[in-house]
């Protein structure tokens, strides 16, 4: 009988501590999570392989240096339509990066960090 192959999960926080602990929570629960610390490196990580490609999940924190997670997730969206986004902010700032999203017409949902472990997992099993 084949493996049944794991869902994927692109984790990117700018704070490597949260994208390696949601990487782990994820990791312990059937998930392969892989944890990044800009847009840029999950940018690359996708390319890498023409056969693995984007992700089914992509738990991306709204605020980062460089690109953030808004533009990472429309180019996510746009590239791979499969890839189910999920977007997190611990951050009052975001409302106006998720605005500009829906005015060029994303809607993405949007996750209040701090979050327990528990309401993590629901969140990504109810996309």
């Known amino acids: 009988m084949?493996?049944?192959?794991?869902?994927?999960?692109?984790?990117?926080?700018?704070?490597?501590?949260?994208?390696s602990t949601f990487?782990?929570?994820?990791?312990?629960?059937?998930?392969?999570?892989?944890?990044?610390?800009?847009?840029?490196?999950?940018?690359?990580?996708?390319?890498k392989s023409a056969e693995s490609g984007f992700p089914d999940f992509l738990l991306s924190d709204v605020s980062m240096p460089g690109m953030n997670g808004v533009d990472l997730a429309i180019l996510f969206r746009k590239a791979s339509p499969k890839c189910r986004i999920l977007l997190f902010s611990g951050a009052l700032s975001?409302?106006?990066?998720?605005?500009?999203?829906?005015?060029?017409?994303?809607?993405?949902?949007?996750?209040?960090?701090?979050?327990?472990?528990?309401?993590?997992?629901?969140a990504i099993r109810g996309l």
């Open 94 to 122: 975001s409302a106006g990066i998720l605005e500009n999203a829906r005015r060029l017409g994303y809607e993405f949902p949007l996750l209040a960090v701090p979050v327990h472990p528990n309401d993590l997992l629901a």
């Open 2 to 19: 084949p493996e049944k192959r794991l869902q994927t999960v692109y984790v990117v926080d700018d704070e490597p501590v949260i994208s």
């Open 23 to 47: 990487a782990t929570i994820l990791n312990g629960s059937g998930y392969s999570a892989l944890a990044f610390t800009s847009a840029e490196e999950a940018i690359r990580e996708a390319g």
